[in-house]
T-cell receptor, first 115, second 117 residues
Framework: AQSVAQPEDQVNVAEGNPLTVKCTYS??????LFWYVQYPNRGLQFLLK??????LVKGSYGFEAEFNKSQTSFHLKKPSALVSDSALYFC?????????????FGQGTELSVKP | GAVVSQHPSWVICKSGTSVKIECRSL??????MFWYRQFPKQSLMLMAT?????????EQGVEKDKFLINHASLTLSTLTVTSAHPEDSSFYIC?????????????FGPGTRLTVL
């Protein structure tokens, strides 16, 4: 079965420190991977995606993610966290060949950045 | 670009009534839209895939007669929760894929908070 996992329910980081939000996937075929951020009572905002090409993907607001095929991971990173980065982060994946655009979401990781 | 709106942003209704939620792609055409529901502090659960001009495809366990989806144009999909009950209270979010290439990212609406009394 296809799945996306975010092993941490919550990540706490001090402002200015680097942050990592972890994501692993089990998607058959060629995986397409995405990161989204959700602020309270809001929809999801697209951060970045990996479809093909360079394993390091740069996205919005200074975030980046590295696709690692051998470890089946797609961790989200930022060199220097901001308090305003505090939100709920979702990793999502799809196998477009079989899923027809359907995304499989991880369970979400709550990021808390303290001043 | 790639803005998706939802209306209303929140709604409170009595048990037994029907509620319609609209999802619009404001600056692009969306052949495919998706409807999700989300419980507090939980992930998104895909309810159905809505394709313009055809019947929606529902996920297993989602009652198609209860959650009516209509995708009448390339910029509008509606979800009607019929005979709503308190257990239908949730955060409903739609998303749309810009254009025909479904390898693009989904763009999400801001969500609709439904509370059924």
């Amino acid at each position: 079965a296809q799945s996306v996992a975010q092993p941490e329910d919550q990540v706490n980081v001090a402002e200015g420190n680097p942050l990592t939000v972890k994501c692993t996937y089990s998607v058959s075929g060629n995986p397409y991977l995405f990161w989204y951020v959700q602020y309270p009572n809001r929809g999801l905002q697209f951060l970045l995606k990996y479809i093909t090409g360079d394993n390091l993907v740069k996205g919005s607001y200074g975030f980046e993610a590295e696709f690692n095929k051998s470890q089946t991971s797609f961790h989200l990173k930022k060199p220097s966290a901001l308090v305003s980065d505090s939100a709920l982060y979702f990793c999502a994946g799809a196998d477009w060949g079989n899923q027809g655009g359907k995304l499989i979401f991880g369970q979400g990781t709550e990021l808390s950045v303290k001043p | 670009g790639a803005v998706v709106s939802q209306h209303p942003s929140w709604v409170i209704c009595k048990s037994g009534t029907s509620v319609k939620i609209e999802c619009r792609s404001l600056d692009f055409q969306a052949t495919t839209m998706f409807w999700y529901r989300q419980f507090p502090k939980q992930s998104l659960m895909l309810m159905a895939t809505s394709n313009e001009g055809s019947k929606a495809t529902y996920e297993q366990g989602v009652e198609k007669d209860k959650f009516l989806i209509n995708h009448a144009s390339l910029t509008l999909s509606t979800l009607t929760v019929t005979s709503a009950h308190p257990e239908d209270s949730s955060f409903y979010i739609c998303s749309a894929i810009a254009g025909q290439n479904n390898r693009e990212a989904q763009y999400f609406g801001p969500g609709t908070r439904l509370t059924v009394l």
